[in-house]
């Protein structure tokens, strides 16, 4: 680890840690087996820091996978009105929920990874509106109606 410091110092790295669970890997079921790890890191040059310097990077739960998701934000802001792409993780439990995302990555037309990333997102999130419809108001009127019992 020494090294890796060391080399990121050399070559004017920096870290830019992350908001969110400090592990980003986790393996095992029972407590004796169980271990959790910061494998992962966002490093950055200066000039990086330059051009961004509102970035902040979060890191999101080990819901579907052992690693974690991150989001990197370059603190550009959003476009006003505009509801980003929120992906929920029992989306992936669902049969239909790989062929939706093989579907959008491999459809024609599309270039890059960016645009690929895009497009999977705009579908997961139609398909989601349908296959689900609002998962999250309809749990919280059960709760509700649970809680007055």
């Known amino acids: 680890m020494d090294a890796f ?11 830019l840690g992350f908001r969110g669970n400090k592990f980003t890997w986790q ?3 029972h407590m004796r087996t169980f271990v959790r790890e910061k494998l992962d890191r966002v490093i950055v040059t200066e000039e990086w820091g330059l051009f961004f310097p509102r970035t902040a990077v979060s890191t999101y739960s080990l819901y579907v996978s052992d690693d974690a998701a991150f989001l990197l934000d370059e603190g550009r802001g959003g476009r006003v009105g505009h509801r980003g792409f929120k992906f929920e993780p029992f989306w992936a439990a669902d049969e239909g929920y790989g062929s939706v995302v093989k579907e959008a990555w491999d459809k024609e037309g599309i270039g890059g990874v960016a645009e690929k990333v895009q497009r999977v997102a705009g579908e997961l999130k139609s398909w989601a509106k349908v296959q689900f419809g609002d998962a999250k108001r309809r749990l919280k009127e059960k709760e509700d109606e649970l809680g007055r019992w």
């Open 27 to 29: 393996m095992g079921l």
């Open 5 to 15: 410091r060391e080399t990121m110092d050399v070559c004017g790295f920096h870290d």
